[in-house]
């Protein structure tokens, strides 16, 4: 372990650096479209209920 450290040059941490620096921008610029595809991945996991299945759900659950 101790000879990978001191085979890890400058150049190699300033590149480590930006490239972690650029991931960063990326991810906060996209992350409205990021946060879309999330909730459009749930949705077709999980779908919601329409109107009547809710109302159903809750007639149901006041009888109960």
Do not use: H, N
Request: charge should be positive; avoid cysteine.
């Amino acid at each position: 372990m101790i000879s990978a450290l001191q085979d890890f040059s400058l150049f190699a941490a300033i590149k480590l650096a930006l490239l972690i620096a650029v991931s960063g921008g990326l991810i906060v610029l996209f992350k409205p479209l990021l946060l879309g595809l999330i909730r459009a991945a749930v949705l077709v996991v999980k779908p919601k209920m329409t109107r009547e299945q809710r109302l159903q759900r809750r007639q149901l659950a006041t009888r109960a």
